[in-house]
């Protein structure tokens, strides 16, 4: 089993900023590929960005690209969430998500989530 707790949600005023973590424990958690999906209100839960199990890799949706950047600290077991430029569109409860290997963007693929943290970005 992994566990996975997100945080650092909050209310933000458009073109700020958070950062979100994702804390993993459990069985093999630091080697897992990891990912960040979001679901707003009346949507279905969309893929936002994934890194690989060693942090080499990483994959972005494109509404955010060039503005959101995924990190981990294996020693700490944590992957990262930097989100840059905020929009009122960005507003969801975020949710962190883990594999044995990176799944695509397909929500139905990843065996693990979290509880999600809500992002409120005001206009």
């Known amino acids: 089993q992994v566990q996975l707790i997100e945080s650092g949600g909050g209310l933000v005023q458009a073109g700020g900023s958070l950062r979100l973590s994702c804390a993993a424990s459990g069985r093999t958690s630091s080697t897992w590929a990891m990912a960040w999906f979001r679901q707003g209100p009346g949507k279905e839960r969309e893929f936002v960005s994934a890194?690989?199990?060693?942090?080499?890799?990483?994959w972005y949706a494109d509404s955010v690209k060039g503005r959101f950047t995924i990190s981990r600290d294996n020693a700490k077991r944590t992957v990262y969430l930097q989100m840059n430029s905020l929009q009122p569109e960005d507003t969801a409860v975020y949710y962190c998500a883990s594999a044995v290997a990176y799944r695509g963007t397909d929500p139905r693929t990843y065996d693990y989530w979290g509880q999600g943290t809500q992002v409120t970005v005001s206009s």
């Open positions: 890194i690989s199990r060693s942090g080499s890799s990483t």
